[in-house]
Antibody
Framework: QVQLQESGPGLVKPSQTLALTCTVS??????????WNWVRQFPGKGLEWIGY???????YYSPSLKSRVSMSVDTSKNEFSLRLTSLTAADTAVYYC??????????????WGQGLLVTVSS | EIVLTQSPDTLSLSPGERATLSCRAS???????IAWFQQKSGQAPRVLIY???TRAAGVPDKFSGSGSDTEFTLTISRLVPEDSAVYYC??????????FGQGTKVDI
């Protein structure tokens, strides 16, 4: 059973860069057939999809965050990562990593991490 | 960007009743690429329905999805207190970015 676990700082100062990692266990993120996604949930409960990566050459970022976000994969560690720059209080949220099948008809988020609360504050 | 609007915002029902949750899309969702998620307090979302009407593994048949084009519905029958949660719809069509509805809170 594949499990995902987010890790990173819980508190970041405004204007700094957030770096989060999602570790895949119980299977390989490089086993093919899946995209690896980041989703965040604001304190008011709204969900926002940040983007996905399924290999180093296939990445998509939501247009609203494209100028500040980047994603990468580390095959050797079974991890994928998120970087978000120029943080403001509006980036305060619970950050989730999630898996989705590459097949269009099954492209829903079927496995989620438990989530990591990131607060942007000085 | 496809905007998903859920209604109602909150639904208060009694045990044994049936809940009907609506999700309306600003554009047609081709191939019914809609999923429904349940989120309980302090937990990650859990997929209930994908492809508009296909139940995910382990999801009881009290949860059912229907609809097409721009109108989609999640129905929860035989409500029990454990069904209290926020329910979200999400589209994963070829029209990126993928988006979520704002959620419907169900109180039993």
């Amino acid at each position: 059973q594949v499990q995902l676990q987010e890790s990173g700082p819980g508190l970041v100062k405004p204007s700094q860069t957030l770096a989060l990692t999602c570790t895949v266990s119980g299977g390989s993120h490089n086993s093919g057939g899946y995209s690896w996604n980041w989703v965040r949930q604001f304190p008011g409960k709204g969900l926002e999809w940040i983007g996905y990566i399924f290999d180093s050459e296939n990445v998509y970022y939501s247009p609203s965050l494209k100028s500040r976000v980047s994603m990468s994969v580390d095959t050797s560690k079974n991890e994928f990562s998120l970087r978000l720059t120029s943080l403001t209080a509006a980036d305060t949220a619970v950050y989730y990593c999630a898996r989705a099948n590459l097949l269009p008809q099954s492209r829903h988020f079927d496995v989620w991490g438990q989530g990591l609360l990131v607060t942007v504050s000085s | 960007e496809i905007v998903l609007t859920q209604s109602p915002d909150t639904l208060s029902l009694s045990p044994g009743e049936r809940a009907t949750l609506s999700c309306r899309a600003s554009q047609r969702i081709a191939s019914d690429y809609i999923a429904w998620f349940q989120q309980k307090s302090g937990q990650a979302p859990r997929v209930l329905i994908y492809g508009a009407f296909t139940r995910a593994a382990g999801v009881p048949d009290k949860f059912s999805g229907s609809g097409s084009d721009t109108e989609f519905t999640l129905t929860i029958s035989r409500l029990v207190p454990e069904d209290s949660a926020v329910y979200y719809c999400q589209q994963y069509s070829n029209s990126l970015p993928w988006t979520f509805g704002q959620g419907t809170k169900v109180d039993i």
